[in-house]
């Protein structure tokens, strides 16, 4: 069964902490890890994205880490903003040209304390 | 702003009703897929359209169809609806090529069954 498991499930961090979201999956075939952010009563907004032929990609103060042999890929906020307060969720999506769709974790609401 | 627009943004329908959302994707973007987010949950994948057939699909029964036209518009249609179908329905429209490219969501329709 195609399962992302995403943890965790709320985060409360300081102003100018560092926030760490981590997701596992099972299914080899996933090839894409996106991460959205998501406010209340928005869409997702696409923060950053990884393939498993690299370990890190960062983006502004986002950063995603890739083990691919744990099958783990977490999510780093740097100097968190009250403004980052939101809900992230990870995603994974197949290389069956898309057509899978994509595969969500159950989201991290994060709250940036200021 | 992501160019994905959805319609209505909120509707409420009665149980055993259909139900008939709207999506314009991203300008270019010849791919368009449907997801639903109930409450504090992950979206979770519905189903996807490519040169306006179906390619692929998600745990959804068959009273969730759809349609792509020509233009790369699309519908989600929902029939006999049960009242665990309230949730956010988001469009996301990607340019078909390969499993990484991006996907853009429009701010989804929420519809309420009672």
């Known amino acids: 069964q195609q399962q992302v498991k995403q943890s965790p499930q709320s985060l409360i961090v300081q102003k100018g902490g560092i926030s760490i979201i981590n997701c596992a999956y099972e299914?080899?075939?996933?090839?894409?890890f996106p991460w959205y952010q998501q406010f209340p009563g928005k869409g997702p907004a696409l923060l950053i994205a990884i393939r498993p032929d690299v370990s890190e990609k960062k983006e502004g103060r986002f950063t995603i880490s890739f083990n691919k042999s744990a099958k783990q890929f977490s999510l780093h906020i740097m100097d968190s903003q009250p403004g980052d307060s939101a809900t992230y969720f990870c995603?994974?999506?197949?290389?069956?040209?898309?057509?899978?769709?994509?595969?969500f974790g159950k989201g991290t609401h994060l709250i940036i304390q200021p | 702003e992501t160019g994905v627009t959805q319609s209505p943004t909120h509707l409420i329908k009665t149980r055993g009703q259909q139900v008939t959302l709207r999506c314009s994707s991203q300008s270019g973007h010849n791919t368009v897929s449907w997801y639903q987010q109930a409450l504090g949950q992950g979206p979770q994948f519905i189903f996807q359209y490519y040169r306006e057939e179906e390619n692929g699909r998600g745990n959804f029964p068959p009273r969730f169809s759809g349609l792509q036209f020509p233009n790369y518009s699309s519908e989600l249609n929902v029939n006999a609806l049960e009242l665990d179908d309230s949730a956010l329905y988001l469009c996301?429209?990607?340019?078909?090529?390969?499993?990484?490219?991006?996907?853009?969501f429009g701010e989804g329709s929420w519809l309420t069954v009672v």
């Open positions: 996301a429209s990607s340019l078909a090529g390969n499993s990484g490219n991006t996907i853009y």
């Open positions: 299914n080899t075939a996933f090839d894409y």
């Open positions: 995603a994974a999506r197949g290389s069956g040209g898309g057509a899978d769709g994509l595969t």
